[in-house]
């Protein structure tokens, strides 16, 4: 436990020295659960999104994209269920003052339960050796089972409660779990309250005639008030897609975990319109889809496990989440939800406006259904680094940090670093630097030791360095350095645009799908 708060200590740090993340407003403190992008966070924000982008819209040739305002019609909220439904159950402690989500505080001690399973397994592994069979153990082991048995019943408990608002019997839990303040130990609850995670706002130049705004909390919905526009400009046919990506807003109870839970992040949607009663086929399809994407960025298909929802929201029939293994432990990282009819029902009914597809099959109209996969681009920002940070132990007993980031994500792809700034080797690097920055984002670096540049370069995940020396005025071939094996190969200077392109670009990657 104390080893993963130390990485992920050191995954924020790391994020800030290196320029990846700043606090919001960090001259005036900083603002609680907003961050700033730097410039290193920036380039990788923005090739995570076009991972996506071309992985969902320019690959799939039905699905389309869309930018829809933040600003939407306040019926649209009311019709989403948002303004009687978009709300997380919070407790309070009475001696810490401290506010807690309480599903939260109720899926960490099962999380704990779970971490003593993962003991018994593992001691388990080393008694068997060889032989050991984890799933037969599991199945089998009295105490494993007892554990899981707990964890599965308060999941239960707790989701029925939930569903009921029986919010009483949620602090009921909490009591007879003996759940206490993590950061305290105080078991000095009040009763547990429904609170609303949208963010009002308001529109229009005077106090009498302003109108009440929400800040979206979710960018699912400028997708479906838009689905007969881009349906039929588009001329789509059932099956389609509809993707978009940009800010949302939720005023969460508790933000304490960087940037993995945010008041303002961004989010990667898109809506996939189907025939009623084939939802089940595009369920399964989109789940596995998905996470073939996570898995071509290489980040080890072990952090990664699908959980599937015990309380499943006012308008799925079917939901999962992917979740990562993020140094606090597995979270979710992306959301793959079945929504049926739902939201395009509640908007027929709200605006008295048809929202309906002519199918020329079937002779008929009907609301279609929607299938729907949400992942949270800074969730998934965090995802990548805190995957990539590594403190490697060298041959010569010194150690090196290095941020491992996939290539195709990396900010920057390559640096060039005169061996010394003499000799003529400065000009070379800034001509190589010239011609390579039309198909790359590049560096040039000539401060210190040639040593020290590498290992700055390494720690700020940059996959290539490319040395010029004094051969390269002989041959016209300088050393390029691969950062995660550090191994350098002597290439002459035309071959490098290939090299660097063969590993960096999106099509190498997106075809290990
Ligand atoms: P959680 O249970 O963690 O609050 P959620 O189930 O409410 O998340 P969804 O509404 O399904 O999340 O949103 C889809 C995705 O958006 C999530 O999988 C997550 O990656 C991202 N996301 C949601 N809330 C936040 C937040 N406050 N900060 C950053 N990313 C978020």
């Known amino acids: 436990m104390i080893q ?27 603002l609680s659960a907003v961050y700033d992008y730097g410039q290193n966070g920036v380039e990788l924000k923005k090739n995570i999104r076009d991972y996506w982008w071309r992985a969902m819209v320019q690959m799939h040739d039905n699905i389309v994209g869309v930018d829809a305002a933040i600003f939407m019609h306040p019926t649209t909220w009311k019709a989403s269920g948002h303004v009687d439904a978009f709300n997380d159950p919070l407790i309070d402690n009475k001696d810490s003052k401290k506010r807690y989500r309480a599903d939260v505080l109720i899926e960490d001690y099962c999380a704990k339960i779970e971490a003593k399973i993962d003991k018994e397994i593992e001691k388990a592994r080393k008694r068997f050796g060889e032989s050991f069979d984890e799933a037969q153990y599991r199945s089998t082991n009295p105490r494993v089972l007892g554990y899981q048995e707990k964890i599965d019943g308060t999941l239960k408990r707790m989701a029925r409660s939930l569903e009921t608002e029986d919010l009483a019997d949620v602090k009921a839990l909490i009591e007879e779990l003996e759940i206490a303040d993590p950061l305290t130990g105080s078991r000095n609850w009040t009763d547990v309250k429904q609170f609303n995670l949208m963010f009002g706002t308001k529109l229009g130049a005077s106090a009498e005639n302003a109108m009440d705004l929400y800040l979206r909390p979710e960018t699912a919905q400028g997708i479906f008030v838009n689905f007969l526009n881009v349906q039929k400009t588009g001329r789509l046919k059932i099956p389609f897609g509809i993707a978009q990506t940009g800010k949302a807003f939720r005023n969460e109870i508790v933000a304490r975990q960087f940037i993995f839970r945010m008041r303002e992040f961004e989010q990667m949607e ?21 996470l073939k994407w996570h898995l071509s960025l290489g980040m080890g298909a072990e952090n990664y496990r699908f959980h599937d929802h015990e309380k499943l929201a006012h308008y799925a029939d079917a939901a999962c989440d992917i979740e ?15 929504r049926t009819d739902f939201d395009l029902s509640q908007h027929e009914e709200y605006s008295g406006k048809k929202l309906q597809y002519y199918d020329n099959e079937e002779n008929k109209s009907y609301v279609p259904y929607v299938l729907e996969t949400s992942i949270g681009l800074d969730r998934m920002f965090l995802a990548v680094l805190s995957n990539s940070l590594v403190e490697e132990e060298l041959d010569n007993n010194t150690t090196r940090t290095v941020l491992r980031i996939p290539a195709v994500l990396a900010p920057t792809k390559a640096a060039v670093l005169p061996l010394i700034k003499r000799d003529g080797l400065p000009e070379i690097a800034q001509k190589i630097v010239d011609d390579l920055k039309w198909d790359f984002n590049v560096d040039y670096d000539e401060k210190d ?25 002989e041959n016209n071939t300088v050393t390029i350095r691969h950062r995660d094996s550090m191994e350098q190969e002597r290439v002459p200077i035309q071959s490098l645009k290939e090299l660097i392109k063969k590993q960096t670009d999106v099509k190498h990657w997106l075809m290990k799908m």
């Open 4 to 30: 993963q708060e130390d990485q992920f200590k050191k995954v924020i740090s790391h994020a800030k020295e290196y320029g990846y993340v700043f606090q919001s407003s960090e001259i005036y403190d900083g």
């Open 270 to 290: 898109m809506q996939f319109f189907i025939k009623p009663g084939t939802q089940q086929k595009w369920y399964e399809h989109w789940k596995e889809t998905r």
């Open 324 to 338: 990562f293994k993020f140094p606090f432990g597995f979270k979710e990282l992306e959301g793959i939800h079945s």
């Open 449 to 473: 030791a040639v040593g020290r540049r590498y290992r700055r370069q390494d720690a700020a995940g940059t996959p290539f360095c490319i040395t010029v020396d004094h051969e390269t005025l």
